[in-house]
C-alpha cells in the first residue's frame, strides 16, 4: 500500500506542475521579439546537499508538454519529489503549482514565504487530499542567480527584460509526516 500511496504522490506532483506549466487553452505564440531562446537545460545533479536520481516522465506527461518553451524533469533524492521546469521565455503558460493542486482536489494551506538554512526564499504551501498531504515549494532563478516566489513577479522581470533567461522553476514537495494516519 505504501508504494502505491508513493506512486499516487508522484503522479499528482507531476500532474500539478505540469498543468502549472501549462495552459493550453493559450494557443499563440508568446516569443518575445519574434525568437525564443532556445537552450538545452542543464539539469542539476544534486538538489540542496543531496544527490538526484531522475525519473521517467510517463507518455500522458509528454503529452501535457507538447508546445511548453523549454524542458521539464522529475527527481527524487530519496525523500522529496523534485520537479524542474527549464523555461526558454516569458510565458503566460507558466501557473504555480498550487492552481493545479487545487485543480486535482486538494485542500491547500495558505502560502507562505519560507527561508532554508542557506538563505534562499520558496513559497510553500501544504496541499491535502484523501489520499495524502504534502508540504510543496517552489521558486524561480535566472541563470545571474535571481529568484522569484511569484509566479506573476516572475513573468513581469521576464517580460520587462528585467531577467534574462532560460529560467529554472523548482518545485519541491515531501509528505507530510501525519498524512495517511487516522
Keep these: 500500500m505504501r508504494n502505491a500511496q508513493r506512486a499516487v504522490v508522484q503522479y499528482a506532483l507531476v500532474a500539478a506542475c505540469i498543468c502549472a ?4 487553452a493559450l494557443a499563440r505564440n508568446e516569443a ?3 525568437a525564443a531562446l532556445h537552450a538545452d537545460p542543464h539539469w542539476p545533479s544534486h538538489f540542496q546537499g543531496q544527490m538526484l536520481t531522475e525519473l521517467p516522465l510517463s507518455a500522458r506527461e509528454a503529452v501535457f508538454l507538447a508546445g511548453f518553451p523549454g524542458a521539464v524533469a522529475r527527481f527524487t533524492d530519496g525523500e522529496r519529489d523534485i520537479v524542474m521546469r527549464w523555461v526558454t521565455q516569458p510565458t503566460r503558460r507558466l501557473h504555480p503549482a498550487e492552481d493545479c493542486y487545487r485543480g486535482l482536489g486538494y485542500s491547500l494551506s495558505v502560502s507562505r514565504i519560507v527561508t532554508d538554512s542557506s538563505g534562499t526564499r520558496w513559497r510553500c504551501f501544504d496541499a ?5 498531504g504534502r508540504e510543496v515549494c517552489e521558486q524561480l532563478q535566472d541563470l545571474e542567480g535571481r529568484r522569484w516566489t511569484d509566479v506573476s513577479a516572475w513573468y513581469w522581470a521576464a517580460l520587462l527584460e528585467r531577467s534574462r533567461g532560460p529560467w529554472l ?12 494516519t487516522d
Design 169 to 180: 522553476v523548482t518545485t519541491a514537495s515531501v509528505t507530510r509526516p501525519s498524512a495517511g
Design 32 to 34: 518575445i521579439g519574434g
Design 128 to 132: 491535502t487530499s484523501k489520499q495524502d
Design 21 to 24: 506549466a501549462l495552459a493550453p
